[in-house]
């Protein structure tokens, strides 16, 4: 069963501080259109340029996942991301009056509120799931990341942390479909050891940081002294910790509130892909750092599988619906120049062609004899023939009728094409065939990887009336 889109009905803000730049900061979240998935904007920058929510733009993960573009960056993403994913919301603009995420009380509870606040609405168009074919895998093994996607018919997440501490031990989480996000993992709050926070607070980093937006995990007993230099810190007049344990003795929402709280940011980083996953996320001491890493495998595997999505699935061996015979009683082209071997599949707004490419083939004299390859121009030539050929089955009388080239664009040359090669030509009309006149956009194949693609105009004329002033006969 299919599923829409969804953005907000109305714009919602939320109001708070830079967990490191200390600095206060608004951010909106607005609808969007279809397909727009989430991007930020920095509307307190000259031109309130926009950051997409895309994973090739990450350039840091040291305390956080950060963006940047064209100079501009947008720091601590995952939390606000996390909500989105969490909420099955597909596209939301969000806008800051600064360069960080507010920290709110750690997780993504209050984003989520907001969003709740702002209604969340069906939008026309279907939800694009990325659905994964095969196991894909991530290690890193300085850090000892490990992190494994496999197929799964919704968005499902194992966790494991293991931090060699005995007041963490080792902690497991899971999420068994993201509409458990909201109750089970949302509210769950960043956390940090004390020695961690101390060389931040050296560093005069966190300036935003609270004992209401972290939970703060000390692994030895503290001396008055450091007591009283974390009051001064923190502005609290209360800071203690009985033995070692969590600070201010923190209560936690749920007793593997760290772990879960590592899947929420994975959910978020995991955003930067571009598209709802349907996959089974385990990850065992996972961080931003692997995340990302893991995120970009991700966008590979979407791009390889949208490749073998469009390759066109068909037997080679099968009897073809056209032999060379059939081909030449409707194309007037010979030898040198016929380009196509056999036609595998037609129908009335698709054709598929093969070619075999051979060392025999008359431009490989000059094309190049010590390199022979494919010239591009005949690369586009074979595959307008195979397009002839479906245009010009809809007259009855096909050898009556030429075919001519009108306008070429969007011509991608991804491969060479060499000797030996079998070309698989697959094109689709983008619009019915008025007048004559035919638009179509086509790709062609080696080995299941494009080699080269085109949208292609052309124009089909009765012999008789050919015009003898049009020099580029397909």
């Known amino acids: 069963m299919s599923e829409k889109q969804k953005t907000i009905k109305q714009a919602v803000s939320v109001t708070g501080v830079g967990l490191h730049t200390g600095k206060p900061v608004t951010i909106t979240f607005n609808p969007a259109p279809e397909n727009h998935w989430y991007k930020f904007q920095r509307i307190d920058l000259e031109g309130q340029p926009i950051i997409d929510a ?22 601590t993403t995952e939390h606000v991301l996390a909500a989105l994913v969490g909420m099955e919301i597909d596209n939301c603009l969000i806008q800051l009056n600064g360069p960080e995420m507010p920290i709110m009380d750690g997780s993504s509870w209050k984003f989520i509120e907001a969003l709740e606040a702002a209604e969340i609405v069906e939008q ?13 895998t991530y290690e890193d093994p300085i850090k000892k990341v490990e992190m494994l996607a496999v197929p799964q018919d919704s968005y499902r ?79 609290k007049e209360h800071v203690e910790v009985k033995g070692r344990g969590i600070l201010n003795n923190t209560k936690l929402h749920f007793y593997n509130e760290p772990a879960r709280h590592k899947l929420l940011d994975i959910i978020g980083d995991l955003a930067l892909v571009g598209k709802p996953l349907k996959i089974h996320v385990l990850a065992a001491r ?9 995120a970009k495998k991700i966008k590979e595997q979407i791009k390889k599988q949208k490749t073998e999505k469009d390759y066109p699935k068909i037997d080679l061996t099968a009897t073809p619906v056209f032999n060379i015979m059939d081909i ?27 070619k075999n490419v051979t060392l025999n083939e008359e431009f490989f004299k000059g094309h190049f004899p010590d390199e022979p390859v494919m010239p591009g121009v005949m690369l586009i030539e074979a595959m307008a023939q195979c397009g002839g050929i479906l245009v010009l089955k809809t007259v009855p009388d096909p050898e009556n009728y030429q075919t001519y080239f009108m306008k070429i664009d969007n011509v991608r040359f991804k491969q060479k094409v060499i000797p ?21 956009k086509g790709a062609a194949y080696v080995n299941n990887k494009p080699v080269v693609e085109a949208e292609m105009m052309a124009q089909i004329v009765k012999v008789r009336n050919i015009d003898k002033k049009i020099p580029s006969e397909v």
Do not use: W
């Open 286 to 294: 996972p961080g931003h750092a692997g995340n990302v890493s893991f």
């Open 420 to 440: 030996g090669d079998t070309l698989v030509f697959s094109l689709n009309l983008v619009s019915p065939i008025r007048r004559g006149i035919c638009h179509m």
């Open 54 to 75: 895309d994973v090739d733009l990450v350039v840091d993960t040291s305390r956080g996942t950060t963006l940047e573009k064209n100079g501009v960056r947008v720091h």
């Open 124 to 136: 026309e168009a279907e939800r694009d799931f990325f659905e994964l074919t095969e196991n894909l």
């Open 328 to 354: 030449m009683k409707i194309l007037p082209h010979r030898q040198p120049f016929l380009l196509i071997d056999k036609i595998m599949e037609i129908g009335p707004e698709h054709v598929i062609g093969v």
């Open 157 to 235: 997440a194992t966790v494991m942390v293991d931090y060699n501490s005995d007041i963490l031990g080792t902690q497991h989480a899971g999420m068994y479909n993201i509409g458990q996000f909201k109750d089970e993992i949302s509210k769950c709050r960043t956390f940090v050891f004390l020695h961690e926070l101390e060389a931040l607070l050296q560093h005069n980093l966190i300036k935003g940081g609270d004992l209401d937006n972290a939970i703060v995990l000390v692994d030895k007993e503290l001396p008055k002294d450091k007591l009283d230099y974390l009051r001064m810190v923190f502005k």
